[in-house]
């Protein structure tokens, strides 16, 4: 009976320190994966600031630009025109070339 007793209390110490050592290992994992997760999250927040910081540079450089592209428009408007002059001159030369 006694040794029954010795073999049922090992069993059962064998059992607590299989079942320690599965949480510890369990809690090791959750803590890499809460350490992975931390790390991610501060990966996203730096990402996010640049990607806020370049937006917020190109919104500041939009009127400018658009600037540009409103002088450029009109630039080439008035080069159409000069061209469409240069080639009226052109026919009436050759139509007096004639």
Do not use: H, Y
């Not at 949480?23 to 350490?35: D, Q, R, T």
């Amino acid at each position: 009976m006694w040794q029954e007793d010795e073999r049922s209390s090992s069993l059962r110490a064998n059992n607590l320190a299989e079942e320690v050592n599965f949480l510890k290992s369990e809690l090791k994992s959750i803590a890499n994966a809460e350490e992975n997760k931390k790390k991610a999250m501060d990966d996203l927040a730096l990402t996010l600031k640049e990607v806020i910081t370049e937006a917020n540079e190109a919104k500041n450089k939009l009127p400018a630009t658009q600037f540009e592209l409103e002088k450029t428009k009109g630039l080439v408007g008035n080069l159409k025109m000069k061209l469409k002059l240069v080639e009226e001159e052109c026919n009436e030369e050759k139509k007096e070339a004639i």
